[in-house]
Antibody, heavy 121, light 110 residues
Framework: EVQLVQSGGGLVQPGRSLRISCAASGFTFSDYEMNWVRQAPGKGLEWVSYISSKSTTRYYADSVKGRFTISRDNADSSLYLQMNSLRVEDTGIYYC??????????????WGQGSLVTVSS | QPVLTQPPSASGTPGQRVTISCSGSNSNIGSNIVNWYQQLPGTAPKVLIYSNDQRPSGVPNRFSGSSSGTSASLAISGLQSDDEADYYCAAWDDSLNGYVFGTGTKVTVL
């Protein structure tokens, strides 16, 4: 069974840093691209970042570019999001998501349970 | 900011058919497949429709998707009370080099 178990959320002051993690099991982690998606309180979904299976390609939403860094450890089957210079508007639930490809394109087939990040003074 | 536009709400009585639209542009829906995600209250999203019109195993055939030009739609037939949820379309955007989600539609069963 595919499982994505997240950890590392919490309360942090504006301008500070936080790292959240996503531990994968039930599949060969190194074969799959991974993403982070977030959701501000009472708002819709916002894609945050993508990383290829071997970490050769990374993409970021403009709203986090230069402040957030996505990374992975395939030996440990773990995905990370390092968030620096946090802003109040970064508050929300962060989900990790496994991307699955078919002949037409890709979709987020499995999601973590979410990590709540609250940025407040 | 979301670049895919959906109606904020949709509703119907049990058994009715509800359709949700998703409007984009040439750089996203016009060039790439559309996926739909269902988010039940207090839970993580789950994929409902992928590659425009494909259902993952376990998703009832009451749910169907289509895409044409720069728009896509999700239809729910035989509406049931446990279909009450938020629904989001999503697609890759070639101009932004990233995924874009729709604004989301809250479905209410009257």
């Amino acid at each position: 069974e595919v499982q994505l178990v997240q950890s590392g959320g919490g309360l942090v002051q504006p301008g500070r840093s936080l790292r959240i993690s996503c531990a994968a099991s039930g599949f060969t982690f190194s074969d799959y691209e991974m993403n982070w998606v977030r959701q501000a309180p009472g708002k819709g979904l916002e894609w945050v970042s993508y990383i290829s299976s071997k970490s050769t390609t990374r993409y970021y939403a403009d709203s986090v570019k230069g402040r957030f860094t996505i990374s992975r450890d395939n030996a440990d089957s773990s995905l990370y999001l390092q968030m620096n210079s946090l802003r109040v508007e970064d508050t929300g639930i962060y989900y990790c998501a496994r991307e699955v490809y078919d002949s037409s394109g890709s979709h987020f087939a499995h999601w973590g349970q979410g990590s709540l990040v609250t940025v407040s003074s | 900011q979301p670049v895919l536009t959906q109606p904020p709400s949709a509703s119907g009585t049990p058994g009715q058919r509800v359709t949700i639209s998703c409007s984009g542009s040439n750089s996203n829906i016009g060039s790439n497949i559309v996926n739909w995600y269902q988010q039940l209250p207090g839970t993580a999203p789950k994929v409902l429709i992928y590659s425009n019109d494909q259902r993952p195993s376990g998703v009832p055939n009451r749910f169907s998707g289509s895409s044409s030009g720069t728009s896509a739609s999700l239809a729910i037939s035989g509406l049931q009370s446990d279909d009450e949820a938020d629904y989001y379309c999503a697609a890759w955007d070639d101009s932004l080099n990233g995924y874009v989600f729709g604004t989301g539609t809250k479905v209410t069963v009257l």
